[in-house]
């Protein structure tokens, strides 16, 4: 061979050793409303750009061996999904005085290229450093609890939504769309202002048993996080509650077309999201806001429970053979995170890892099962506040330093303890936990955002794609 056409072989070899070496991760990250998607996207890229210079990362294998060559964000190959606001998120962080960035409303995506030198003996004898093309995507938690529709007829839907009217207290909020539908015929011909009026009686109701009840376990989910279909006729239907409905309906009627509707979401929706979507997923991070909940009351941590069962279903395929030949999802590593542990102090952290673990243990069975590998633990993505003692009483307790939202001065205070097991009746009765939201942090934008326990999920969720 002569020395061009070695060179050039050799450039050849490089370039293929080169391909083999970089790779693509697909991370997703979910979790319901207000549990902290975008404070943890926005600090995760955050903590990325700061790694190997300035960003705390000790448990972060390729961050604490110096094998971090520079990480940068790249253009998405996803040009149909819209960016990630990163960029504003930054803004409104670093504002004076700060405010919390704007929270998840649809799906979104921002793309990582991070250049590490290879751990591995071997891999490192091929190449010296390789790239790993980190695509982040943030969605709302909401949408997974669709899934269960997909089994159901809407006559299924409608009998389980009539049985959670008997609750008392969600009752008391549904009159408005109870009466509205109770003057609507099955039978009569399809008014399209009126479904229209009524579904948005509906989606009012969910709202208001969510900020009202606490509630989690919200379907249908896009009714709440619309993402691009606000308005669209596919959210205009209600399950049907009002007795028995006349044989040989089609969709000239107003119960027809709600269930027709009601299919068309199954399909288009919830079917197009797992399809598009899921199925490409290679890492998922579900987050959890414990702590709301247990300032909300036994039944808004019940319902916590019931959504985050719902949520798991989506990584139970190994059993089911119809999911795993609809849309072969191929998630192999899940990580569930207590979100806000700045709330408590550190002694409490392990205790709300705990409370997390037995939320989700009867899902952990099954998702192991399809050989998912998972993990739980609790962090803060942005944490505002500092832990250390106080005396009350003259004795010397835990406490933390922080500015409640909306003051200027900071206060001290022991938020009270978290149990570590889903709590009886015994914690609801001396319930001493007191949740107040913090500010953000006063920051300065060139140092990395404050954060807790962000380089475990890292190691977590990329440690073995960057050895
Ligand atoms: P999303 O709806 O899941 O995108 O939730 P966000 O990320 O917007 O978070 C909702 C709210 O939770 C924020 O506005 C903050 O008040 C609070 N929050 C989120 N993450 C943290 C955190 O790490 N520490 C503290 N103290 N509050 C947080």
Redesign the pocket.
Known sequence: MSKTALEQWRHKAGAWVQRGLDQRLRLAVT?????????????LVNQLEHAGLDARLPHWPVAAEGRLLGIKRVPSRHHHVPAFGYEAALGQLSARPPV??????GISEITLAIKYRPGNRLKRRLQDSATLYLEIV?Y??EWLLDLPLLAMSYADWSGQQRALLQTPALAALAAPWLQAGASLAADSPVDDARLAALAAAYTQWLLDIKRECGAYLVQPGRFILPGEYRGAPMLQFVPWVWGEVPAGLNDSHHHGMMEARFEHYKKHLVQGFYRDFFAGFDRQIV?V?CLTPLNQGPGSFADLGRALEAILQSFEYGKSGWWQRLFAPRIDKLLFAA?????LTPEQHGRLTRLLTSLVRGGHRHARLSGIDIHTLA???????HSGRARHQGEEIPALQ?RR?GDVEPVTLYPGEVPEALPGADFWQRQGFDFT??A?PLWQPEAPLP??RLDQALAFLLGDKLS
Do not use: Q
């Open positions: 979790g319901l409303s207000r549990s902290g998607k975008t404070a943890f996207i926005t600090s919390w960035p704007e929270p998840t409303r943030d709302p938690g987050l806001d979100t806000k542990a700045d709330h962090l803060a993505s942005i944490k505002a506040t922080g939202l939201e913090f953000p954060h807790l």
